[in-house]
Antibody, heavy 116, light 108 residues
Framework: EVQLVESGGGLVQPGGSLRLSCAAS????????MHWVRQAPGKGLVWVSR????????SYADSVKGRFTISRDNAKNTLYLQMNSLRAEDTAVYYC?????????WGQGTLVTVSS | EIVLTQSPGTLSLSPGERATLSCRAS???????LAWYQQKPGQAPRLLIY???SRATGIPDRFSGSGSGTDFTLTISRLEPEDFAVYYC?????????FGQGTKVEIK
């Protein structure tokens, strides 16, 4: 069974940093592109970032470019999102998702709250 | 960035009725890279349709997708009680992937 489990969310002050993790199991992690998607409270889905299977290529939404960094450790079957210079508008549930033809598998999400 | 605009924002229907949801792109999307998701409160999204018209594993055949270029449609042939939810389209063919803002299908 495919499982994606996010962790690392929490309360952080504006300007602060946080690193999210997504532990993957039940599939060959190193064969798949991976993604981060976020959802602010009561709002819609917003794509954040993606990384290819070997980590050599990444892409970001304009709203996070230069502040967020996606990475992966295929030996540990883990995806990361380093978030710096956080703003109030980054407050959201952050989901990791397995790529392919659509996002077939999603984690349960981890809540990031940016507030003083 | 490709902007996806979904309409209507809210669809009020009764069980057994047909639902037609629209997704319009600001520029052409390869049909191979258009997906639809269903999301219920407190849950992660669920993939329904990929490649504009292919049903994901385990998705009932009352769900169907169609369209090409800039205009795509998700049709639910006969609404079941469990189908009342929010639906999102997504394009995943460009370097910056994007979602539509969602259509809420609510019970009339």
């Amino acid at each position: 069974e495919v499982q994606l489990v996010e962790s690392g969310g929490g309360l952080v002050q504006p300007g602060g940093s946080l690193r999210l993790s997504c532990a993957a199991s039940g599939f060959t992690f190193s064969s798949y592109w991976m993604h981060w998607v976020r959802q602010a409270p009561g709002k819609g889905l917003v794509w954040v970032s993606r990384i290819n299977s070997d980590g050599s290529s990444t892409s970001y939404a304009d709203s996070v470019k230069g502040r967020f960094t996606i990475s992966r450790d295929n030996a540990k079957n883990t995806l990361y999102l380093q978030m710096n210079s956080l703003r109030a508008e980054d407050t959201a549930v952050y989901y990791c998702a397995r790529g392919g033809t659509g996002y077939r598998n999603w984690g349960q999400g981890t809540l990031v709250t940016v507030s003083s | 960035e490709i902007v996806l605009t979904q309409s209507p924002g809210t669809l009020s229907l009764s069980p057994g009725e047909r639902a037609t949801l629209s997704c319009r792109a600001s520029q052409s999307v390869s049909s191979s890279y258009l997906a639809w998701y269903q999301q219920k409160p407190g849950q992660a999204p669920r993939l329904l349709i990929y490649g504009a018209s292919s049903r994901a594993t385990g998705i009932p055949d009352r769900f169907s997708g169609s369209g090409s270029g800039t205009d795509f449609t998700l049709t639910i042939s006969r609404l079941e009680p469990e189908d009342f939810a929010v639906y999102y389209c997504q394009q995943y063919g460009s370097s910056q992937e994007t979602f539509g803002q969602g259509t809420k299908v609510e019970i009339k």
